[in-house]
């Protein structure tokens, strides 16, 4: 069995999208989720601060095998069971591979920045209009330098579809609630792409609706 401590559509969500996209259920067995929901004392409770050091999801338990960090087990469960979805040492691709598995979290840094200032702040507590605008203005910079390295390929590297592009799902997910991707052309086709696969299409369907944003876009609060 497959046990995944997870997020509606957090982090999380980059391992669900790879056991559906490499069929690690076939393999490994069937997939448990156990959902929590972000600051609720669920998370302080139970099995999940022996399995991950820092009380955060993901978190996942195979057979034995207990592992937290997105792309530690990204890149843990695509070496033992999917390697079509990596690039092993001595590809030509290999540094690119590990250079955007780990921008993806750069980029992901900022989006939770955000969301605690905009999403998990309640009266009387008010974001900082000064941090959000410079957190926005880093996450854009982050996003045109994607756009900047996109090329003519579909996918973030030239050979195809791999490991990387799964870390980056979540990622163009949350994105657009703080930055329209309007300006950035590459990034919207490349995010229809994720989008289109049967794989992606699945891992969505177990999520369900989002229930985190309740509102299509955050602007910049007014000083």
């Not at 004392?41 to 820092?54: I, T």
């Not at 999917?82 to 540094?95: T, V």
């Not at 905009?118 to 926005?136: E, H, I, N």
Request: glycine share 8%; with cysteine; hydrophobic share 45%.
């Amino acid at each position: 069995m497959i046990k995944l401590h997870h997020v509606q559509y957090g982090r999380s969500f980059r391992i669900l999208w790879l056991i559906e996209e490499a069929g690690l259920e076939a393999k490994l067995g069937p997939l448990e989720i156990v959902e929590y929901q972000i600051g609720s004392k669920s998370m302080r409770e139970g099995a999940l601060p022996q399995l991950s050091p820092a009380m955060r999801i993901p978190a996942i338990e195979i057979d034995g095998l207990e592992m937290a960090e997105s792309g530690a087990i990204m890149e843990y469960l695509i070496e033992t069971e999917a390697p079509e979805f990596g690039r092993a040492p001595g590809h030509a691709e290999r540094a690119d591979y590990l250079q955007w598995i780990h921008y993806s979290e750069t980029m992901a840094s900022l989006i939770e920045n955000l969301n605690l200032q905009m999403v998990f702040l309640r009266p009387p507590a008010k974001p900082s209009p000064v941090v959000v605008k410079l957190t926005v203005a880093r996450l854009r910079g982050a996003l045109a330098g994607m756009e900047a390295r996109m090329g003519d390929h579909e996918w973030l590297l030239p050979s195809g579809f791999s490991g990387a592009d799964m870390m980056m799902g979540f990622n163009l997910f949350a994105a657009p609630y703080y930055v329209p991707l309007d300006e950035f052309p590459k990034l919207q086709a490349y995010k229809a792409r994720m989008e289109a696969r049967a794989a992606y299409q699945r891992a969505c369907a177990r999520e369900g609706e989002q229930r985190f944003y309740a509102q299509d876009f955050y602007p910049v609060p007014e000083v």
